[in-house]
């Protein structure tokens, strides 16, 4: 095997002009004040968004914090079937199952909990669901938070979320 | 009202009235750079802070920024040689202070019939005075980065000896040509012979009679206060903060302010040394007179508040352009920064004194 | 008035000095030299030599010190490590003995009168710039020389190959 030499791209010399630094800082201040102008005229023209007051468009198929649906009673439309804790791959559902009152309905959640911290947002639990019953449309990332048991949501909490 | 008691009060307004001139300068020259930065950046920058609802677009965070420096812990590493470490923050901050001593912010005045300099001292060595205490800084920053007892402040220190003793030669060089022309370094005097006309048409400002010299000492400026280009000594991206690494609290906020006082101080001297200082294009004691031959007289008052007015306006531009140049031109590489220094500057502010004196000879002639 | 602030910056001066020879570490006795140094330049101000005074501060404070702490500082010998060397009372004896004869001197050139040195209008700028140009011209111009010879010699010294 021969071993060849590569020549790498040196940098341009520079021309005269350009050596001398000063036109061409002059034209980089120029670009700079247009933009701090144009930016101060106009302040649409600044792309930062502003979080806690403006939130960002989520795209449709954004997959956000979980919520479960309800029936038209208001009782939860998932019938524990386990089918979502079962594809889950990062083991995050816990779900304790319950005899029904309603006697169409074999079982309900007695628990529905998501740990939040161990949530990998990938969506097979929403692909799992047969019923529907949950969904990752409520356009929300995880929240901070100072204790790893608040980001634990209860059936109570993936209820009241609206998407 | 006359006598010492008259003299004592002059003197401390003076002091007074320029001391939170330019203390002031040095929180609105916060707000205007990280406003400036984000505006440039196509950012909104700091809008936040706000007193009962109202943020001043931003203004109130250099104000945040200094409460929480006051409270936070002041805190000394193990390795610092501590007496040096408390002082080091001092030294930054005290030379600046000086030499705001002899700019003249207006022409004299009277006052109940007695005639008052705008200027702290009138010294006869004039701007010997401000290369004297501004070599001062430099200790500061190496003393900082020495008894901090680490190495990257070690680092910035010793570059910060290095690039300010090569600058601090061309920049001393690079107003002897101003010096020739004007015939004095006494800087009352030097505002007073830029009131004049150049060919009685321009005005005989620095910067019209010693254009390289300028642009030599800016350059030479921005070295000293160790500001991008220059900021070496700080270098965040290899040095982590440089000199300040190992500072906080309010000792970092002193380095902080000295820093920026520097700036404002060296954007007055620029205004004063090359841009008229308090002279305002075609305007005298009694009015404008303008070279056709077109005047319009103005009462007294509205003259020296215009005088006035006139370098507050030109060391705002100045200030505003150390952030306007921060924000344009990246750091040099370290030997980038010496040969500027060494084999660009130093040669360049020789030949214009050169130039100068064969220039002012010929015209003798 | 004066006479008070003359012994004040004088005993900075010496107290200073002393200071600079008795510290262990050669970056404190750099920075008390620049202290004796400031206290000087003040000296030189009550005598109304306001150049010399500036001078001083630009040259020697703000130049020549900040090459001393440089060069400490880029060797930076660690706190352990640096050479320890005592006061002996034979030393004493002949920082005794210096300040006798410093004395000694000035006395016998009291006797004697300065060499006139004066310079007419003091100390400020035009009058030293005048004196300089005119009257020791020769002496300035062969000053300058004798720097040059020095700078070449350090290029010299310092590159092999130019």
Known sequence: ?163 | MTGPLFDLAVVLIRIGVVFSFCMGLVMVFVWAERKGAAYIQDRRGPNRASILGWTAWGMFHPLADAIKFLFKEDFVPDNAHRAYYVIAPMFVIAPVILSVAVIPFGPDVSIFGRRVMLQIADLNMGFLYVLAVSGMTVYGIVLGGWASGSKYPLLGGLRSAAQMLSYEVSMGLSLVGIFMVFESVRLSHIVLEQGELLFGVIPKWGVFVQPIGFILFLTAQYAEANRTPFDLPEGDSELVGGYHTEYGSFKFSMFMMGEYLHMVVSSVIVATLFFGGWQFPYLHDTGFLFPGGFSVSLPEIVVLLMRCGSIFVKSLFFTWMYVWVRWTIPRFRYDQVMRLGWKVLLPLSLANVFVTGLVLLLLER | ?162
């Not at chain 1, 036109?23 to 700079?32: D, P, S």
């Not at chain 1, 949530?119 to 990752?136: N, S, T, Y």
């Open chain 3, 1 to 162: 008035m004066e006479a008070f602030l003359f012994i004040l910056f004088g005993a900075i001066a010496v107290g200073a000095s002393i200071m600079v020879v008795t510290r262990k570490h050669p970056l404190a006795s750099a920075l008390h030299l620049i202290l004796a140094m400031a206290a000087v330049a003040a000296l030189f101000v009550l005598r109304d030599a306001h150049f010399l005074a500036a001078v001083q501060m630009i040259v020697y404070a703000g130049a020549v010190v900040v090459l001393f702490v440089f060069v400490i500082m880029l060797i930076n010998v660690p706190e352990d490590r640096l050479p320890v060397e005592r006061i002996t009372l034979f030393r004493f004896a002949a920082v005794i003995a210096a300040g006798f004869l410093v004395v000694e001197g000035a006395l016998v050139a009291g006797r004697f009168g300065m060499p006139g040195g004066h310079v007419a209008g003091g100390g400020t700028l035009e009058a030293v710039g005048r004196a300089l140009f005119t009257d020791y011209l020769l002496a300035f111009e062969i000053t300058s020389v004798l720097l040059l010879a020095a700078v070449i010699g350090a290029i010299t010294l310092a590159k092999k190959k130019i």
């Open chain 1, 1 to 163: 095997m021969t071993v060849g030499i590569k020549k790498a791209a040196r940098p341009r010399k520079m021309s005269f002009p350009e050596g001398v630094y000063l036109v061409e800082i002059a034209k980089a201040l120029w670009l700079t004040m247009s933009h701090l102008l144009r930016n101060i005229v106009r302040q649409e023209g600044i792309r930062t968004i502003e979080y806690p007051e403006v939130r960002r468009e989520m795209p449709p198929r954004f997959r956000g914090l979980h919520r479960l649906m309800k029936r038209e009673d208001g009782t939860p439309r998932c019938t524990a079937c386990f089918c979502c804790p079962t594809a889950c791959p990062a083991k995050c559902i816990t779900i304790v199952a319950g005899e029904s009152p309603d006697p169409r309905v074999e079982k309900f959640p007695v628990r529905f909990d998501i740990d939040m911290l161990r949530c990998v947002f990938c969506g097979l639990c929403v692909e799992a669901c047969p019923l529907d019953a949950i969904r990752m449309d409520t356009g929300w990332f995880t929240p901070p938070d100072d204790s790893r048991e608040k980001l634990v949501f209860t059936i109570e909490m993936l209820l009241e979320k609206r998407g």
